[in-house]
C-alpha cells in the first residue's frame, strides 16, 4: 500500500479514538498511551500488509478493552493518490505499554511478552521489566516485544589466570545491556587461561554497545575476547528440497558490519563457504531495512551438502563487526539419491565357453553407497526388464545391496548388464549399470593372467582391489587374444584425501586459505614419495596432475595468497623427477598439457604480496616489475608501460607435449609468461633462449584449444651460437624447436621431382623393351628367373615413384590421401626391395650350387612368397599395430612414415627389413666379386688381370641400382650429426642416385645386356627393312601403272 495511504489510515484510527476519548465521564487528569501491533489493512483491489503504532491520549480514564474493541469493529476506507477509495479491514491489535500520568508523576509498564526499548533503557535507565517512573511515555518505540538474543564469547587472558572475582566483572559488565537476563561461565580450559561463557538477553542488541563492552573488559583483562550472538539475525531458507536443486538461504541484519559470510557443518567436519563452482555467495542483498545482508545459492545440491548421519544439513551465516559476530543457523532437509553408485561383480566375466545356449551362469552383484538417512526404495533389473527389491546391510560408514543375477549364456549382440536403481521419498530416480563380459561358445578371447579372468575381445575388466594404503581401480582390456597393459588408478589413501579435499575447495566448501596451503603441503609430500613401482608411480602422478588441474580451475573463483607457493612449485617439480615411460602417447600428450595449463594458471591467478621468485630443480618462477626478468638462463624483455611480469620456466616438460612440427626436435626448457594489471593494447616480448651452435631454430607458443605448437605471431630474430631470441606479439606458453635436418632445401626438392619424372619414364620404356623382347631372350631357366625379377624390381619401383611423386606436396592432399599413398609406397618400395632380394638370392646359388640348377616352379613359389606375400604382411601387420594401439602410423605432414627415436615409429617396419636386403644383397655382390677373381688364373698376364679388373667393375656397377645398394646412403642421415659437413654430401647424393634410379636400371639392367642390345637391334633393322620393301613394291606398282 502506498505510505501516503497508510499515513491516512493512522489519522482516521487516530481521530476515531479521540473521538471516544472525548465521550468519556471520569475527569481526572490521566494520560494513557496504547500502542498496537499488527494493524493489517486490506484494499479491495490491492493485498498489502502494513504494522503501526497508535497512541491513545485521554485527559478521562479510559480503558483498554474498550479502544481494542471498539477499533476490531470499525471498517474504514481510504482513497488512494487518484483519489480512488479502498476498504480498509482491521486484522489484529493488541496493547503494548500503558502509562498513567498524576501531575509530575508518570508510572509506564510494558504488556507481557514486551519490554524496554533500547532508547528508554539507555536514555532513561529503565532497564528491567518493573515499572518506570520516568516520563517516557513520548519515547517511540516505548515497549518492544521480546527477542531471546543468545551471547557466546571466549576470554583469552595473556598474564594471568581466571577466578571469581573476574567472572563478577564479567557478569557486572553486560549487566549493563538492555533486557539482560544472565550471564554464566561454561567452561574453563586447561590452565585457567582461556574460558568461555554465556550470556542471554531478551531484546535485540546494539553491536556497538556490545562492542564497547567487550573492548572495556579486554583493557580490564589484559585479554582478547571474542563474542558471538544468536538472535539477532533473521535467517530465511526452504525447509526441505530436492537433489540437484539449487536453494537459496539468505541472512539479513539491521545495521551494518564489516564483513558477513557463511559456513557449513557435518558430523566430522565445519566449512566454511566461498564462491566455487557450487557455491555462489551475494552480498549485494542489503534495503534500507536490512543494511548488511547475505545469500548463498547452492547450485545442484547433492548428499555433499548432508550432514553425514544427521537428519539435515547445518548451515550457518554470520555477521563480523569488530569482535563481534551475528549469527543465525538453519536446518536444510535434502531429500538426496547417492551421488555415487558403486557396482561389483563376481567373477569379473562370464565364461559361457564350455555351457549350452540355454543355461544360465551366476554373477553376484553389490551395489554400494555411502550412508544416508534418506528412505530409499531400491531394485535392480536384468537388461532393463524386471524390478527385483532389495534390502541394504550397513557396512560402517556405507550401505550395501547384494543380490545374484543369472546371466544368460544364449550369444547376442547386445551387451549383458545389469542395473540398480534408486529412489527417494520425492520420486526421484538415479540408477547405475555395470556391463557383464560374457564369453559365448566358440569366441575368442584373452585367457586368465593371475587375477584376471577369461575376458571376451573387446571388453574391458574392472578390478576394485587395491593394494593397502592405496584405494581405486585397475582395469585391462582384451584385445584379440591378448591383454593390453593394465591402467592402474589405485591411488595412495593420503593423496585421495588431498584430491577430495581439492575437489571440496573447487565448490568452495571449505574454500580458505589454510585448506589451501593443506592441500599443496599434501600434494608436495605425495610428490616426494619414492615409489619404484610403475604401476603406483602412473596412479599418483595422474591423481597429482588432476589436483593441480582442479586447483587452478578454483582459482578462478577463489583467491590464492602467495604461501602457497612453495609447497605448489616444489610438488610441480617433483613430478616432472618421475617416469612417464608406463603412459601410451596419447595418455602422456593429454596429462602434461593439463600440467601445463594448470601451472600457466595457477601461477597467473595466484595474489603475490611478498614473494619475488621461487625456483626448483624443474621450475624457475619469478614476478617481475620491471621489463626484463631472467629464469632458468632465459633473459625476458616486455614492452610493457605498468603491471607485473609473471614468468614461470618449466625443464623436461617439452618431449611430453604433443610435438605437431615431426621434422623438428624440442628443446628441454619452456616458458610462460603472463602480465596483471596491464592495457597495453600492443605488447612484443623478447626471449634469449640458451641453444646449441648449427642449429636452425623455430619460435613456437603452447596453443592451448588445439593442444599443440604453433608459430603464429612468433618470429626467430637471431642466434648467436649460445642463445636463440624469439620475438613474439602475444603472450602465452614458449619455447623453440630445432631441426633434426635441414629446413626446406628446394634444390634437393627440384632434384627429387626431376629424378622422379626421369625414373618413370626410363622405367616405362624398361618395361615395354622387356615386354618386346622376352620371346626372344627368356630361353633358359635362369634368364626366365633374372627377367621376371628385373621386371618386379621395375614395376614396383613405378608404381612407389608415382605414389612418392604424388606426395611431393602433401598440403593439397586429404588426410586419407594421404594415408592412402603412404600405405602404398611402404607396401611397394618394400616389394621392389623384396624381389631384389629374390633375384640376389638366385645369382648367388647359380654361382656356388652351379651343377644344382633351381627348378622353375621352385623358383616361382619362392619369389611370390618373397616378393608379394612378406610385404602385404609386413606393410599390414604395422599399419594394424599402430591403429590398435592408437599410436600415429604415418606424418600428415610428410605422407610418409614416422620416425621418433631408435626403435620407435612406424618408420622401422620399412628400414628394418630394408636393411636386412641391403646387407644380404652386399653380402651377394661380395659372393660375386670374390667368384670372378677366384676364376682369374694365377700366372695370368696383365692384359687378364685388367680384364678381371673391368669385369669386377662393371658387376659392382650393373649391380649396385639393381641391388638397391644405394639405399644405404640414407643411414648416413641418421647416422651422422647435424654440424657434420658431410650430411650434406649424403643427402644430395641419397636424391640423386635414388631419384635416378629407374634411369640406372634401364641402363644396367637392360641396355647392357648383349642378347637385349641384338634383339632390339634386329627389331629396329626389321622394321626398317619392312618400311624399305614396302617403299620399293611401292615405287614398282606406280611404274608399271604409268608404263
Given at each position: 500500500m502506498d505510505s501516503r495511504v497508510f499515513k491516512f489510515l493512522i489519522g482516521a484510527l487516530y481521530i476515531y479514538c479521540q473521538v471516544l476519548a472525548e465521550r468519556a465521564n471520569d475527569n481526572n487528569n490521566k494520560e494513557t498511551s496504547f500502542h498496537f501491533l499488527n494493524i493489517l489493512s486490506y484494499m479491495s483491489t490491492i493485498h498489502d500488509a502494513n504494522n503501526g503504532e497508535l497512541?491513545?491520549?485521554?485527559?478521562?480514564?479510559?480503558?483498554?478493552?474498550?479502544?481494542?474493541?471498539?477499533?476490531?469493529?470499525?471498517?474504514?476506507?481510504?482513497?488512494?493518490?487518484?483519489?480512488?477509495?479502498?476498504?480498509?479491514?482491521?486484522?489484529?491489535?493488541?496493547?503494548?505499554?500503558?502509562?498513567?500520568?498524576?501531575?509530575?508523576?508518570?508510572?509506564?509498564?510494558?504488556?507481557?511478552?514486551?519490554?524496554?526499548?533500547?532508547?528508554?533503557?539507555?536514555?532513561?535507565?529503565?532497564?528491567?521489566?518493573?515499572?518506570?517512573?520516568?516520563?517516557?511515555?513520548?519515547?517511540?518505540?516505548?515497549?518492544?516485544?521480546?527477542?531471546?538474543?543468545?551471547?557466546?564469547?571466549?576470554?583469552?587472558?595473556?598474564?594471568?589466570?581466571?577466578?571469581?572475582?573476574?567472572?563478577?566483572?564479567?557478569?557486572?559488565?553486560?549487566?549493563?545491556?538492555?533486557?539482560?537476563?544472565?550471564?554464566?561461565?561454561?567452561?574453563?580450559?586447561?590452565?585457567?587461561?582461556?574460558?568461555?561463557?554465556?550470556?542471554?538477553?531478551?531484546?535485540?542488541?546494539?553491536?556497538?554497545?556490545?562492542?564497547?563492552?567487550?573492548?572495556?573488559?579486554?583493557?580490564?583483562?589484559?585479554?582478547?575476547?571474542?563474542?558471538?550472538?544468536?538472535?539477532?539475525?533473521?535467517?530465511?531458507?526452504?525447509?526441505?528440497?530436492?537433489?540437484?536443486?539449487?536453494?537459496?538461504?539468505?541472512?539479513?541484519?539491521?545495521?551494518?558490519?564489516?564483513s558477513a559470510g557463511w559456513n557449513m557443518s557435518t558430523k566430522h567436519e565445519r566449512f566454511e563457504l566461498n564462491n566455487g563452482t557450487v557455491v555462489k555467495l551475494n552480498e549485494r542483498c542489503a534495503t534500507q531495512e536490512y543494511k548488511s545482508c547475505v545469500s548463498v545459492k547452492l547450485q545442484g545440491v547433492t548428499i555433499l551438502w548432508e550432514v553425514y548421519m544427521f537428519p539435515a544439513g547445518i548451515y550457518e551465516c554470520g555477521f563480523t563487526n569488530g569482535s563481534v559476530r551475528h549469527t543465525a543457523k538453519k536446518q536444510l532437509r535434502v531429500s538426496f539419491l547417492p551421488d555415487e553408485i558403486t557396482l561389483r561383480i563376481?567373477?569379473?566375466?562370464?565364461?559361457?565357453?564350455?555351457?549350452?545356449?540355454?543355461?544360465?551362469?551366476?554373477?553376484?552383484?553389490?551395489?554400494?553407497?555411502?550412508?544416508?538417512?534418506?528412505?530409499?526404495?531400491?531394485?535392480?533389473?536384468?537388461?532393463?526388464?524386471?524390478?527385483?527389491?532389495?534390502?541394504?546391510?550397513?557396512?560402517?560408514?556405507?550401505?550395501?545391496y547384494s543380490f545374484t543375477a543369472n546371466i544368460s549364456c544364449q550369444k547376442s549382440n547386445a551387451s549383458q548388464y545389469v542395473t540398480v536403481t534408486f529412489k527417494n521419498t520425492v520420486n526421484q530416480n538415479k540408477s547405475a549399470h555395470v556391463d557383464i563380459p560374457v564369453i559365448y561358445n566358440g569366441e575368442t578371447f584373452c585367457e586368465k593372467d593371475e587375477f584376471w579372468p577369461n575376458t571376451p575381445s573387446g571388453d574391458t575388466v574392472i578390478n576394485r582391489t587395491c593394494e593397502e594404503g592405496r584405494v581405486g581401480y585397475k582395469s585391462r582390456t582384451c584385445n584379440g587374444v591378448i591383454w593390453q597393459d593394465v591402467f592402474f588408478y589405485c591411488v595412495d589413501q593420503?593423496?585421495?584425501?588431498?584430491?577430495?579435499?581439492?575437489?571440496?575447495?573447487?565448490?568452495?566448501?571449505?574454500?580458505?586459505?589454510?585448506?589451501?596451503?593443506?592441500?599443496?603441503?599434501?600434494?608436495?609430500?605425495?610428490?616426494?614419495?619414492?615409489?619404484?613401482?610403475?604401476?603406483?608411480?602412473?596412479?599418483?602422478?595422474?591423481?597429482?596432475?588432476?589436483?593441480?588441474?582442479?586447483?587452478?580451475?578454483?582459482?578462478?573463483?577463489?583467491?590464492?595468497?602467495?604461501?602457497?607457493?612453495p609447497d605448489f612449485v616444489n610438488a610441480a617439480s617433483n613430478m616432472l623427477n618421475k617416469t612417464w615411460d608406463m603412459y601410451n602417447t596419447s595418455v602422456k600428450q593429454n596429462l602434461s598439457s593439463n600440467y601445463l595449463l594448470s601451472v600457466q594458471d595457477l601461477v597467473k591467478n595466484i595474489k603475490v604480496n611478498m614473494t619475488n621468485e621461487f625456483n626448483s630443480p624443474n621450475l624457475d618462477l619469478k614476478f617481475c616489475s620491471g621489463s626484463s626478468c631472467s629464469v632458468f638462463d632465459i633473459d625476458v624483455n616486455l614492452n610493457k608501460t605498468h603491471g607485473k611480469m609473471r614468468t614461470v620456466a618449466v625443464k623436461n616438460l617439452t618431449d611430453k607435449l604433443n610435438n605437431n612440427f615431426q621434422e623438428k626436435i624440442t628443446t628441454s626448457l619452456l616458458l610462460s609468461v603472463t602480465l596483471e594489471d596491464n592495457y597495453d593494447s600492443s605488447l612484443e616480448i623478447r626471449m634469449n633462449f640458451p641453444s646449441e651452435e648449427g642449429i636452425k631454430p623455430l619460435c613456437v607458443f603452447w596453443n592451448t584449444t588445439m593442444r599443440e605448437w604453433s608459430d603464429e605471431g612468433c618470429f626467430f630474430n637471431i642466434s648467436d651460437g649460445n642463445h636463440t631470441l624469439c620475438v613474439c606479439n602475444h603472450l602465452s606458453i614458449f619455447s623453440f624447436l630445432m631441426s633434426k635436418s635441414d629446413e626446406y632445401d628446394e634444390i634437393?626438392?627440384?632434384?627429387?621431382?626431376?629424378?622422379?619424372?626421369?625414373?618413370?619414364?626410363?622405367?616405362?620404356?624398361?618395361?615395354?623393351?622387356?615386354?618386346?623382347?622376352?620371346?626372344?631372350?627368356?630361353?633358359?631357366?635362369?634368364?626366365h628367373f633374372r627377367h621376371t625379377a628385373m621386371v618386379n624390381i621395375a614395376l614396383f619401383l613405378l608404381l612407389g615413384d608415382s605414389s612418392f611423386l604424388a606426395t611431393s606436396d602433401p598440403d593439397i592432399l586429404s588426410d586419407t590421401w594421404c594415408l592412402v599413398l603412404t600405405i602404398c609406397k611402404h607396401l611397394f618400395f618394400l616389394a621392389m626391395f623384396c624381389w631384389m632380394l629374390c633375384l640376389s638370392g638366385i645369382l648367388v646359388h647359380q654361382l656356388i650350387?652351379?651343377?644344382?640348377?633351381?627348378?622353375?616352379?621352385?623358383?616361382?613359389?619362392?619369389?611370390?612368397?618373397?616378393?608379394?606375400?612378406?610385404?602385404?604382411?609386413?606393410?599390414?601387420?604395422?599399419?594394424?599395430?599402430?591403429?590398435?594401439?592408437?599410436?600415429?602410423?604415418?606424418?600428415?605432414?610428410?605422407?610418409?612414415?614416422?620416425?621418433?627415436?631408435?626403435?620407435?615409429?612406424?618408420?622401422?617396419?620399412?628400414?628394418?627389413?630394408?636393411?636386412?636386403?641391403?646387407?644380404?644383397?652386399l653380402f651377394s655382390m661380395v659372393v660375386v666379386i670374390l667368384t670372378l677373381l677366384k676364376s682369374s688364373v694365377p700366372d695370368s698376364s696383365k692384359a687378364d688381370d685388367k680384364k678381371t679388373v673391368k669385369s669386377i667393375l662393371k658387376v659392382a656397377v650393373c649391380l649396385t641400382p639393381?641391388?638397391?645398394?644405394?639405399?644405404?646412403?640414407?643411414?648416413?642421415?641418421?647416422?651422422?650429426?647435424?654440424?657434420?659437413?658431410?650430411?650434406?654430401?649424403?643427402?644430395?647424393?641419397?636424391?640423386?642416385?635414388?631419384?635416378?634410379?629407374?634411369?640406372?636400371?634401364?641402363?644396367?639392367?637392360?641396355?647392357?645386356?648383349?642378347?637385349?642390345?641384338?634383339?632390339?637391334?634386329?627389331?629396329?633393322?626389321?622394321?626398317?627393312?619392312?618400311?624399305?620393301?614396302?617403299?620399293?613394291?611401292?615405287?614398282?606398282?606406280?611404274?608399271?601403272?604409268?608404263?
Open positions: 497512541m491513545v491520549e485521554s485527559n478521562v480514564t479510559l480503558e483498554a478493552e474498550t479502544i481494542l474493541s471498539a477499533l476490531n469493529s470499525t471498517d474504514m476506507q481510504v482513497k488512494d493518490t487518484n483519489s480512488t477509495p479502498h476498504d480498509v479491514t482491521l486484522l489484529d491489535s493488541g496493547l503494548i505499554s500503558e502509562c498513567l500520568i498524576v501531575g509530575n508523576q508518570s508510572n509506564c509498564n510494558c504488556s507481557d511478552g514486551y519490554t524496554w526499548s533500547n532508547d528508554v533503557c539507555y536514555t532513561e535507565k529503565c532497564c528491567s521489566e518493573s515499572t518506570c517512573t520516568q516520563k517516557v511515555s513520548h519515547i517511540t518505540p516505548l515497549c518492544i516485544a521480546k527477542v531471546q538474543v543468545k551471547i557466546n564469547g571466549s576470554v583469552m587472558l595473556s598474564k594471568s589466570t581466571w577466578d571469581s572475582s573476574k567472572t563478577t566483572k564479567l557478569e557486572t559488565a553486560f549487566k549493563e545491556l538492555n533486557g539482560f537476563e544472565f550471564l554464566k561461565v561454561t567452561r574453563q580450559r586447561p590452565g585457567n587461561s582461556i574460558v568461555d561463557f554465556e550470556a542471554a538477553v531478551g531484546v535485540k542488541v546494539e553491536t556497538s554497545r556490545l562492542q564497547s563492552i567487550v573492548t572495556q573488559l579486554e583493557t580490564y583483562f589484559g585479554a582478547v575476547i571474542w563474542v558471538d550472538t544468536v538472535g539477532m539475525v533473521t535467517i530465511e531458507a526452504p525447509e526441505t528440497t530436492k537433489y540437484l536443486s539449487s536453494p537459496i538461504l539468505k541472512c539479513t541484519l539491521e545495521e551494518e558490519t564489516d563376481n567373477p569379473l566375466a562370464v565364461d559361457c565357453s564350455d555351457m549350452e545356449d540355454s543355461e544360465n551362469a551366476n554373477v553376484n552383484v553389490t551395489a554400494t553407497i555411502l550412508n544416508s538417512t534418506e528412505s530409499f526404495d531400491v531394485w535392480w533389473s536384468y537388461r532393463g526388464e524386471g524390478k527385483n527389491n532389495l534390502v541394504n546391510t550397513s557396512d560402517g560408514d556405507y550401505l550395501v593420503e593423496l585421495k584425501k588431498v584430491t577430495k579435499s581439492a575437489d571440496h575447495f573447487q565448490k568452495g566448501l571449505g574454500a580458505t586459505q589454510k585448506v589451501a596451503m593443506d592441500i599443496f603441503a599434501g600434494l608436495q609430500n605425495s610428490s616426494m614419495a619414492d615409489s619404484t613401482n610403475s604401476s603406483s608411480i602412473m596412479a599418483d602422478l595422474g591423481a597429482s596432475i588432476n589436483i593441480l588441474s582442479v586447483m587452478s580451475s578454483a582459482s578462478v573463483n577463489i583467491a590464492l595468497q602467495d604461501s602457497v607457493i634437393l626438392h627440384i632434384i627429387s621431382v626431376v629424378g622422379l619424372c626421369v625414373s618413370i619414364c626410363a622405367l616405362l620404356i624398361f618395361l615395354i623393351i622387356e615386354a618386346l623382347v622376352w620371346s626372344a631372350v627368356v630361353k633358359t631357366n635362369l634368364s650350387f652351379v651343377f644344382s640348377p633351381v627348378r622353375k616352379r621352385a623358383f616361382m613359389l619362392f619369389s611370390s612368397i618373397v616378393g608379394y606375400v612378406c610385404p602385404i604382411l609386413i606393410v599390414g601387420s604395422s599399419y594394424v599395430y599402430y591403429k590398435c594401439t592408437d599410436k600415429p602410423y604415418h606424418d600428415k605432414k610428410k605422407c610418409w612414415l614416422l620416425f621418433k627415436k631408435p626403435l620407435e615409429g612406424s618408420l622401422h617396419a620399412f628400414i628394418l627389413p630394408v636393411g636386412t636386403v641391403i646387407l644380404t644383397n639393381v641391388f638397391g645398394v644405394t639405399w644405404v646412403i640414407g643411414l648416413f642421415d641418421f647416422i651422422l650429426d647435424e654440424k657434420d659437413p658431410m650430411i650434406k654430401v649424403a643427402r644430395y647424393s641419397f636424391t640423386i642416385l635414388n631419384s635416378f634410379q629407374g634411369l640406372f636400371i634401364l641402363l644396367m639392367g637392360c641396355l647392357t645386356e648383349e642378347k637385349v642390345r641384338e634383339e632390339m637391334i634386329k627389331l629396329i633393322m626389321t622394321k626398317s627393312k619392312g618400311q624399305n620393301g614396302s617403299k620399293k613394291k611401292l615405287n614398282s606398282t606406280t611404274y608399271t601403272k604409268d608404263k
